[in-house]
């Protein structure tokens, strides 16, 4: 989700819930302790120079259990951030303590806030000798071991 479609879904809103991946809620008294900008230079494994943009934010729960924070309230935090930060409209990634703190993406459903997990992965394959598997539908026939 993009920094715009966050920013329609809030409008739509009563109030802000997060999901997540395992289907609990983050418990509703969650701040907003920073929205941010984050750029990524690095080169993968294969020698490409690659670059990304995203506009992170993070969520914290502390011990303040009346704590509410209105859609209204969270938009305001977003566009205070896009003034002082020249945030672009990229992809953004929230950040939420786990067993460490993760990172996840964002997806508006049935009014709902759903953190998606991100995961690793080689970006150049073919360089370091990971075979790229082809999907099981399209490779595997009965009988042939690979099922």
Do not use: W
């Not at 502390?62 to 205070?80: C, N």
């Amino acid at each position: 989700m993009k920094l715009s479609d966050l920013k329609t879904a809030l409008s739509y809103l009563n109030k802000v819930e997060f999901l997540l991946p395992n289907g609990d809620v983050v418990p509703p008294h969650f701040h907003v302790t920073e929205v941010g900008s984050v750029t990524r230079k690095y080169i993968d494994c294969g020698g490409t120079k690659r670059e990304e943009s995203a506009v992170t934010m993070q969520l914290f729960v502390a011990t303040d259990v009346d704590h509410r924070l209105s859609p209204q309230k969270f938009l305001s935090i977003i566009e205070m951030a896009e003034k002082n930060l020249d945030l672009e409209n990229t992809e953004v990634e929230v950040e939420y303590q786990g067993t460490s703190i993760e990172v996840y993406h964002l997806q508006f459903v049935n009014g709902q806030l759903k953190l998606k997990p991100t995961f690793t992965d080689c970006l150049a394959k073919d360089h370091c000798g990971i075979p790229v598997l082809e999907s099981a539908a399209s490779s595997c026939t009965p009988g042939s071991g690979c099922c």
